[in-house]
């Protein structure tokens, strides 16, 4: 039972840990300053603390740098970020940014993939690149005193990438071996099915990753042009966290990749919010042998919305109901679970991971659901855990919950490279670098009412997209009535 919550917990965090990644094209960019949010008495000793420990510089070609020292460890990350993502690729460009950022990080004109794996190793360090909808980012770690030695390599694979054919062919195969093996899981597969079903003709359909058909029709030809047309200064940001010295990281900064030419690429307008639909979508996936996976997707608030934080951890109250029947009193499912992203245009999902029952598991949902929609939850202190059917209501368990919350949230800070992507997604949510500092007190705000509206407007009354992947009996048994409101 332990394990089964530690993966519902892990699809939770996977959920808090892009916590504020929204759409950059809503401010005009990063190093912009609310002086009255962060001036004051008002301020808590964490956000004191951490804003004395930003410096923020601009290179000579306007690409803004963010640097948090630290010294409490002796890893530091660097990380070149693109504004743009999947907003600014088309349908039939899915996944040539992805591949073409990693295929930089294979080799420049100076270092070649065998020079820079065998630094990479000797110094305990990584290079990677990955793209998201709304922006990409071409990441260095590595241990602080070998920082001189490393920052030279990744600055000459953006400047000077060799983009050669053979870097090109094994990374573009890895992709699609990626992509083939989540079409050959049953799971993964009601993920791709969901995203191109909620999707649709939205921006964020023209996924990170590719397509089989983008990756098939992808030439080397298609990298070096999106290089010269769309690799451009004013797309871009830096941050660096770490025991970094700001002064010599912006010299080092200035004679690399400050020589990136501004090419005036116009950035996208922010992703429309999605419309769901109410439906049923079955898909035939005979490798599930006897087994069907079963998802709903839901429209949900932007990470900028007032009810964010509470439809947060309204789903974390869900997730434990769900688990509590579904799992517990049904055995119904190995894993359920709710949450939701955040995305600019944002949405959440419903999970029933494994079940041998799926024309019945619609019925255990709703009675979960039920239970609080009567404004009730999971008792989860030690004595009432004692009986498993034990419900408290939501009120009464609210401060307990949000406690959960704001220690899985700051979890996922520890680390440098995790601190990186906070201060990333504060810029490209707000424009400002600082603004996840007042997480905190935002989580801490939360009323009982809002936790309660923002789960019924958003879920109870919400429309939501169902795939069912299974084999033929197992979906042939599930009943479309079950799950789309009749008129």
């Known amino acids: 039972m332990n394990k089964q919550k530690t993966i519902i917990s892990l699809l939770f965090l996977g959920a808090v840990i892009a916590f504020f990644a929204a759409s950059c094209a809503s401010t005009p960019f990063p190093l912009a300053k609310d002086t009255q949010t962060f001036q004051g008495k008002n301020l808590s000793a964490f956000e004191q603390e951490n804003l004395k420990s930003f410096t923020t510089f601009t290179l000579s070609n306007g690409i803004p740098v963010i640097v948090k020292q630290s010294n409490a460890s002796q890893v530091f990350n660097l990380s070149l970020v693109l504004r743009g993502g999947s907003l600014i690729a088309r349908s039939e460009t899915a996944g040539f940014e992805q591949v073409a950022l990693q295929t930089m990080a294979r080799g420049s004109k100076t270092y070649s993939y065998e020079d820079i794996q065998t630094l990479l190793d000797e110094m305990s360090a990584s290079i990677g690149a990955s793209s998201t909808f709304e922006y990409s980012t071409f990441s260095l770690t590595g241990l602080q005193k070998y920082i001189d030695s490393l920052i030279p390599v990744w600055s000459d694979c953006l400047v000077n990438p060799l983009f050669s054919e053979k870097d090109f062919s094994q990374t573009r195969s890895d992709a699609q071996l990626a992509l083939q093996g989540k079409e050959q899981d049953p799971w993964t597969k009601t993920a791709l099915v969901m995203n191109k079903e909620f999707f649709g003709s939205h921006p964020y359909g023209n996924v990170p990753e590719g397509t089989l058909e983008t990756l098939a ?249 169902w795939v069912v992947t299974g084999s033929r009996d197992m979906i042939e048994s599930v009943k479309e009535t079950d799950f789309v409101p009749q008129k």
């Open 217 to 465: 029709s992808m030439t080397l030809q298609d990298l070096t042009t999106w290089y010269a047309e769309l690799f451009s200064a004013n797309r871009m940001f830096v941050v660096a966290v770490g025991a970094v010295d700001p002064q010599k990281l912006k010299k080092e900064l200035e004679k690399s990749i400050g020589k990136i030419p501004d090419k005036g690429v116009e950035l996208p307008k922010p992703a429309p919010q999605f419309t769901a639909s109410s439906r049923l979508v079955r898909v035939e996936h005979p490798a599930s042998r006897g087994l069907a996976y079963l998802r709903g997707d839901f429209a949900a608030p932007s990470p900028s919305a007032p009810d964010y934080m509470a439809m947060n951890v309204g789903l974390k109250m869900v997730s434990d109901l769900l688990f509590n029947v579904v799992r517990d009193k049904y055995g119904a499912t190995y894993s359920p679970a709710s949450y939701i992203r955040a995305f600019p245009a944002n949405y959440g999902s419903l999970v029933m991971f494994k079940t041998k029952v799926p024309d019945k598991i619609k019925s255990y949902i709703d009675e979960a659901l039920s239970d609080f929609v009567k404004g009730y939850c999971v008792a989860i202190d030690s004595a009432a855990a004692e009986d498993p059917s034990a419900r408290v209501p939501i009120a009464e368990a609210l401060p307990t919950y949000k406690a959960l919350f704001v220690n899985e949230y700051y979890q996922n800070q520890q680390t440098t490279a995790q601190q990186a992507a906070s201060i990333i997604s504060s810029v490209i949510l707000t424009g400002d670098y600082r603004s996840y500092l007042k997480d905190m007190a935002k989580i801490e705000s939360i009323t009982t009412d809002q936790v309660q509206q923002a789960v019924s407007k958003y879920l109870l009354q919400g429309k939501i997209t």
